[in-house]
Protein backbone atom coordinates (compact mmCIF):
# COMPACT_ATOMS: atom_id res chain seq x y z
CA UNK A 1 0.00 0.00 0.00
CA UNK A 2 2.51 2.85 0.92
CA UNK A 3 5.89 2.81 -0.74
CA UNK A 4 7.54 6.03 1.82
CA UNK A 5 6.30 8.26 4.37
CA UNK A 6 8.44 11.44 4.32
CA UNK A 7 8.42 14.12 7.97
CA UNK A 8 9.86 17.42 7.49
CA UNK A 9 12.58 18.79 9.78
CA UNK A 10 13.97 22.01 10.58
CA UNK A 11 17.30 20.09 12.01
CA UNK A 12 18.27 17.27 9.90
CA UNK A 13 21.26 16.20 11.98
CA UNK A 14 19.07 16.20 15.32
CA UNK A 15 16.44 13.64 13.34
CA UNK A 16 19.47 11.46 12.45
CA UNK A 17 20.12 10.99 16.18
CA UNK A 18 16.82 10.74 17.02
CA UNK A 19 14.83 8.66 14.64
CA UNK A 20 18.33 6.48 14.69
CA UNK A 21 17.86 5.65 18.48
CA UNK A 22 14.18 5.21 18.14
CA UNK A 23 13.51 3.21 14.95
CA UNK A 24 16.83 1.66 16.00
CA UNK A 25 15.22 0.17 19.29
CA UNK A 26 12.27 -1.03 16.71
CA UNK A 27 15.49 -2.97 14.93
CA UNK A 28 15.06 -0.96 11.54
CA UNK A 29 17.92 0.15 9.66
CA UNK A 30 19.29 3.20 7.45
CA UNK A 31 18.46 3.21 3.83
CA UNK A 32 21.71 3.65 1.86
CA UNK A 33 20.46 5.51 -1.24
CA UNK A 34 24.23 6.38 -2.71
CA UNK A 35 23.13 9.52 -3.80
CA UNK A 36 25.24 12.36 -1.87
CA UNK A 37 22.69 15.06 -2.93
CA UNK A 38 19.65 13.22 -1.42
CA UNK A 39 21.50 11.97 1.56
CA UNK A 40 22.73 15.62 2.16
CA UNK A 41 19.05 16.31 2.75
CA UNK A 42 17.18 13.72 4.10
CA UNK A 43 17.67 9.91 5.93
CA UNK A 44 15.65 6.72 5.44
CA UNK A 45 14.91 3.98 7.65
CA UNK A 46 13.58 0.45 6.45
CA UNK A 47 13.78 -0.97 2.65
CA UNK A 48 15.32 1.02 -0.27
CA UNK A 49 16.79 -0.54 -3.09
CA UNK A 50 17.20 -0.50 -6.38
CA UNK A 51 17.26 3.07 -6.92
CA UNK A 52 14.23 2.90 -4.83
CA UNK A 53 12.29 0.29 -7.34
CA UNK A 54 11.92 -1.19 -4.36
CA UNK A 55 10.75 0.75 -1.30
CA UNK A 56 9.31 0.94 1.99
CA UNK A 57 10.84 3.24 4.28
CA UNK A 58 10.15 6.13 6.49
CA UNK A 59 12.41 9.61 5.43
CA UNK A 60 13.33 12.46 7.36
CA UNK A 61 14.52 15.67 5.68
CA UNK A 62 13.93 19.41 4.43
CA UNK A 63 11.05 20.05 2.86
CA UNK A 64 11.20 20.08 -0.72
CA UNK A 65 9.29 23.48 -1.07
CA UNK A 66 12.57 24.80 1.22
CA UNK A 67 9.86 26.42 3.67
CA UNK A 68 10.63 25.18 7.50
CA UNK A 69 8.86 22.23 8.57
CA UNK A 70 5.53 21.85 10.28
CA UNK A 71 3.58 19.58 11.40
CA UNK A 72 0.18 18.01 10.55
CA UNK A 73 -2.66 18.34 13.00
CA UNK A 74 -4.10 15.03 13.28
CA UNK A 75 -1.03 13.23 11.45
CA UNK A 76 0.44 10.12 12.83
CA UNK A 77 2.77 7.49 11.74
CA UNK A 78 2.74 4.36 13.83
CA UNK A 79 6.02 1.63 13.48
CA UNK A 80 5.38 -1.97 13.71
CA UNK A 81 7.25 -3.63 16.84
CA UNK A 82 7.49 -7.28 17.76
CA UNK A 83 7.26 -7.13 21.81
CA UNK A 84 6.17 -5.38 23.91
CA UNK A 85 9.53 -4.73 25.07
CA UNK A 86 10.61 -2.86 21.83
CA UNK A 87 7.38 -0.65 22.43
CA UNK A 88 8.99 0.45 25.41
CA UNK A 89 12.48 0.47 24.32
CA UNK A 90 10.99 2.88 21.34
CA UNK A 91 9.36 5.08 23.68
CA UNK A 92 12.21 5.51 26.17
CA UNK A 93 14.45 6.05 23.52
CA UNK A 94 12.16 8.96 22.28
CA UNK A 95 11.89 10.40 25.41
CA UNK A 96 15.69 10.21 26.02
CA UNK A 97 16.23 11.68 22.35
CA UNK A 98 14.16 15.09 23.19
CA UNK A 99 10.84 13.36 21.96
CA UNK A 100 7.81 14.34 24.54
CA UNK A 101 5.33 11.68 25.75
CA UNK A 102 2.13 11.79 23.89
CA UNK A 103 1.09 8.29 26.14
CA UNK A 104 2.96 5.85 28.17
CA UNK A 105 3.80 2.05 26.87
CA UNK A 106 0.57 0.07 27.73
CA UNK A 107 -2.27 -1.17 26.69
CA UNK A 108 -4.95 0.29 24.45
CA UNK A 109 -7.80 -2.04 25.59
CA UNK A 110 -10.11 0.55 23.48
CA UNK A 111 -8.71 -0.42 20.01
CA UNK A 112 -8.25 -4.60 20.82
CA UNK A 113 -7.35 -6.50 23.93
CA UNK A 114 -3.76 -7.17 22.38
CA UNK A 115 -2.74 -3.70 21.04
CA UNK A 116 0.04 -2.68 23.08
CA UNK A 117 1.76 0.85 21.84
CA UNK A 118 3.38 3.95 22.89
CA UNK A 119 3.02 7.64 21.72
CA UNK A 120 5.19 10.41 21.28
CA UNK A 121 6.43 13.52 19.29
CA UNK A 122 9.78 13.90 17.84
CA UNK A 123 12.06 17.09 18.34
CA UNK A 124 9.83 18.30 15.29
CA UNK A 125 6.55 18.21 17.23
CA UNK A 126 5.75 15.23 14.63
CA UNK A 127 3.49 12.40 16.25
CA UNK A 128 4.93 8.79 15.98
CA UNK A 129 3.75 5.13 18.09
CA UNK A 130 5.08 2.27 17.95
CA UNK A 131 2.22 -0.97 17.97
CA UNK A 132 2.83 -4.72 18.69
CA UNK A 133 0.02 -7.00 17.99
CA UNK A 134 -0.65 -10.90 18.76
CA UNK A 135 0.21 -10.94 22.76
CA UNK A 136 -2.37 -9.98 25.49
CA UNK A 137 0.13 -10.43 28.43
CA UNK A 138 3.97 -10.32 28.47
Known sequence: MLSNVYFGTN???RS???YGAVLGALGM???ATGDPEWDRVAAGWGIY???GVRELAFWVGT???QQPATVGNG???AFSARSWKEVDDFHAAALAGGGVCEGPPGLR??????FYAA???DPDGNKIAAVCRGLTSR
Open 29 to 31: KRC
Open 119 to 121: YAR
Open 11 to 13: NLE
Open 75 to 77: SMV
Open 63 to 65: PFN
Open 16 to 18: IAF
Open 49 to 51: ESG
Open 109 to 114: LQYSPD
